[in-house]
């Protein structure tokens, strides 16, 4: 098996990694966080308390793999050693390598890896799926899945998963520090609060811990639309650590929202003076930049966020967005193109080079093959799902009538 970070802590799959691990949030995120509703998770499972009795998962005798299994697994890896541009086969090899044996476990972990790693999460859950079905012990490929369900927009999928786990282990706090976050993230807010009090009381000393037990409180606090509660929790937070460039960023979101908007550029820009390549509050800043119309000072925050971070496809995306506002179509496409150099399959790249080429070049032969690259690699859930078929659809007729004018 590939010795990768599962999606989410810190591997190659996770960008930007910040958001995953401390659930830090942008403002280019709210319009999606708002469509999650309350009464998704609340009936759901709940993690055991950390007193309870654990609920020990054990691990699978894994079976003899298959010979000709094995030499199309070794074959990939071997692919995947020479760099992106191999990739694509790479995962034809690991997906030979399911077929001729459908319990070869790594292969299938693997080929979840290799998906997430391009950015089409919905696909990479399926594989890891199939791979934690053959080994219910592996924690890194639950990680990995429940990680790869979040980022695809199915947060309550993560946060029932997260949740199993720590039934089995309810002293890990890394698990439950991710299961608060798929719970806010899928809108169960009243159980995120629950899991976030018994995070606070399991840190017990521990100051890293606490501060992020009190960082969630106030981003649950902000989704409530409780904003003094939520500046109080933060400030809270920055009191056992004033250099936390993720408490700075989350302050700022609710200084927004209490319409503070200098206070909320300050936190921001305190944010990013702390983790120079803490992308979040850079993304943060343009946004404010790109409502009051300055997208050449969006611009050039977001390039300074990809010169900081250059592996996060989501700040190759925004820096494109800006670029379009601002008439720089050409630097918009090579925006959007580097972002899928970083992850294939990026969903948004896909959909606004897709939005560019249609609207702004005039190339429909191009909008489409971009607009079916989004459906292929976009979760089912996706909101742009139903914009981009029915752009397809217009294509498709338009180039049509074009055809059989030329008859």
């Not at 590939?2 to 319009?31: F, K």
Request: glycine share 6%; proline share 4%; net charge neutral.
């Amino acid at each position: 098996m590939i010795d990768r970070c599962a999606p989410g802590n810190g591997g190659p799959s996770t960008a930007p990694r910040a958001r995953l691990c401390v659930g830090a949030i942008s403002l280019a995120s709210l319009a999606s966080l708002a469509l999650a509703s309350i009464s998704q998770l609340g009936c759901g499972h709940h993690a055991v308390a950390p007193g309870a009795v654990p609920k020990p998962i054990a691990a699978a005798v894994l079976p003899q793999v298959r010979l000709e299994a094995r030499t199309e697994f070794e074959t990939a890896l071997r692919l995947l050693k020479l760099g992106k541009d191999q990739q694509l086969e790479a995962r034809v090899h690991l997906q030979r390598a399911t077929e001729f044996d459908p319990r070869f476990f790594e292969a299938w972990h693997d080929l979840g890896w290799l998906d997430a790693s391009r950015g089409n999460f919905a696909r990479a859950a399926v594989s890891f799926r199939k791979a934690l079905d053959i080994q219910p012990g592996s924690r890194e490929t639950a990680m990995a899945l429940a990680e790869s369900w979040r980022r695809a927009g199915s947060a309550h999928k993560a946060a029932q998963l997260y949740g199993e786990r720590l039934a089995a282990d309810p002293q890990d706090m890394e698990l439950r520090n991710r299961y608060i976050q798929a719970l806010r993230d899928g809108g169960a807010l009243e159980d995120a609060l629950r899991e976030t009090k018994i995070a606070l009381g399991q840190a017990g000393e521990n100051a890293a811990q606490t501060v992020l037990a009190y960082n969630s409180l106030g981003l649950i606090f902000y989704k409530m639309e409780k904003l003094e509660l939520a500046e109080t929790a933060l400030r809270k937070a920055l009191e056992l650590d004033g250099r936390s460039p993720f408490v700075w960023n989350n302050l700022g979101l609710v200084a927004f929202a209490r319409g503070r908007d200098q206070e909320a550029f300050l936190d921001f820009q305190r944010a990013s003076d702390l983790d120079p390549r803490y992308v979040e509050a850079r993304l943060n800043k343009a946004i404010i930049f790109m409502d009051c119309g300055d997208y050449k000072r969006a611009r050039a925050e977001l390039q300074r966020a990809v010169e900081a971070s250059p592996g996060d496809a989501a700040a190759y995306v925004a820096l494109g967005v800006a670029a379009r506002g601002d008439g720089k179509l050409d630097e918009s496409r090579r925006a959007y193109e580097k972002a899928l150099e970083v992850e294939p399959e990026h969903a948004p790249a896909l959909y606004d080079l897709g939005i560019l080429y249609m609207d702004f070049d005039k190339d429909p032969v191009k909008a489409r093959a971009f607009f079916a690259q989004f459906l292929a690699s976009a979760d089912d859930d996706d909101l742009r799902r139903k914009d981009a078929t029915q752009r397809v659809q217009e294509l498709a007729a338009t180039s049509k009538s074009a055809e059989e004018r030329k008859k």
